[in-house]
């Protein structure tokens, strides 16, 4: 291939721009990254890292620095806010399907501080924090950003652009790209806090959905805290639900003490259910949450948008060193937008709605078919397969 640039722009260094920029640059393609921010963002969001995940980010060395920062969780339970645990299912099923039969508990801001100081090891790479894409263009051989910085706009030139610019990406936005989908009326609210459940919540695991009609809750391990994620009553306005008055009350609902809770982190967020239209215009991608977003029940959005930059790097690469031509490329949004659409988004719809069903009956029917799949070595090894990501990545052939 012919290289008017030779290099790859990459708007957003979150954790997939980073990761996308890093698994180039190991294969010897000169990037140079946008970021906004002027730091590591620290973001509460993703936490939960699936196992196919882990398998596919070895060779890139993020694998081993997760593992080493991250707190390794075999075991997910499904519960009732009135009637406790439900149901409990063990990864370590599929130890014949994955190197790493577990969900590994590391925060995304955690994977980012990782990837900055290796990329920054590698000759070929410019890590621009302070720059902000403010206008794309696309061409027949090149695409070309201009950024704000503090000295005023720059223009960079590139042969390929990946966008990792999150949810309200502006280069999807530029490339006219339709996000479709529905965004839903709650905000969600995440609180972190030192207190030990596990202590004094007696038969809970490090991953505990809770079902309840008026407040469900996920309540997670992660290496230093528990973070509980809960919908914020629609009534309540965003700021008034992230004052100490209204978090103390999520947290003492789910557990009363005599004490007021230590918080050591809070965040509020928007959640919609979206995947792009298309995944691509001419010579730039679409990655991440750029491409596809969805509410956070599940711990798919994230790992989902990794593997999009597997395949989309490994593709770019083939195509960068002379192994294939354009048409290459042709392949990455056939084979990652139907697990944005019947993986990601499905199950983490469906799991919204068994969290938060207000019909008794219908609860109760729900509660029976967690207790039958889980009663059932076969269908329990299903979910798993399913819930890991392992079928979705099967079904597209990205995983033997
Ligand atoms: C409460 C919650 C919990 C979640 N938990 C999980 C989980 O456990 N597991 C999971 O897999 N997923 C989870 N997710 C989803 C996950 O957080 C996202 O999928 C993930 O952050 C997407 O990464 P990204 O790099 O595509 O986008 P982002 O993380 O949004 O990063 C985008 C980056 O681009 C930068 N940027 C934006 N615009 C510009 C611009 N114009 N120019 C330059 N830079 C720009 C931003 O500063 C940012 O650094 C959760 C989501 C929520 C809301």
Excluded at 300 to 326: F, I, M, P, Q, S
């Amino acid at each position: 291939m012919t290289r008017r640039h030779d290099r790859v722009l990459i708007v957003g260094g979150g954790p997939v721009g980073s990761i996308a920029a890093l698994l180039l640059a190991r294969r010897g393609i000169p990037v140079t990254v946008l970021e906004r921010a002027e730091d590591v963002v620290l973001d509460y969001r993703a936490s939960t890292i699936q196992p196919p995940t882990l398998d596919l980010l070895e060779e890139c060395g993020a694998t081993a620095a997760m593992m080493s920062m991250g707190l390794v969780c075999p075991v997910t339970q499904y519960r009732d806010r009135q009637q406790g645990k439900i149901v409990e299912f063990d990864f370590s099923a599929l130890k014949d399907d994955t190197r790493h039969p577990y969900r590994l508990q590391c925060e995304q801001f955690k994977l980012v501080g990782w990837a900055y100081p290796e990329l920054r090891k590698i000759a070929g790479v410019e890590l621009l924090l302070g720059h902000e894409a403010t206008e794309i263009s696309v061409g027949q051989d090149e695409v070309v950003v201009a950024a704000m910085t503090k000295d005023g706009k720059k223009v960079f030139k590139g042969d390929f652009l990946i966008a990792g610019d999150g949810g309200r990406s502006l280069v999807r936005k530029a490339l006219d790209i339709e996000f479709e989908g529905f965004t839903y009326p709650e905000h969600f609210l995440v609180a972190g806090t030192r207190y030990d459940f596990k202590a004094h919540m007696a038969d809970i695991c490090s991953v505990n959905y809770t079902a309840d009609p008026d407040e469900w809750y996920l309540l997670l391990e992660i290496p230093d805290m528990w973070r509980i994620i809960a919908p914020v009553d629609r009534r309540i306005e965003p700021d008034e639900a992230m004052q100490d008055r209204y978090l103390q009350n999520c947290l003492q609902n789910l557990l009363p003490r005599p004490e007021a809770y230590e918080i050591a982190v809070k965040a509020i967020y928007r959640v919609s259910q979206r995947v792009a239209l298309s995944y691509r215009k001419g010579r730039a991608f679409l990655a991440g949450d750029a491409a596809h977003i969805n509410n956070p029940l599940g711990g798919l959005g994230l790992n989902g948008g990794l593997h999009d930059v597997v395949n989309l790097t490994a593709r770019l690469a083939r195509v960068w060193h002379g192994e294939a031509d354009l048409s290459e490329l042709d392949g990455y949004e056939p084979q990652r937008k139907p697990e944005a659409v019947n993986g990601i988004n499905a199950i983490t719809a469906r799991n919204k709605r068994l969290m938060e069903e207000r019909d008794p009956a219908v609860r109760a029917r729900n509660l029976d078919e967690w207790r039958r799949i889980a009663a059932s070595r076969e269908l329990a090894y299903q979910h798993l397969l399913e819930t890991s990501m392992i079928a979705s990545l099967r079904r597209s052939r990205m995983l033997p």
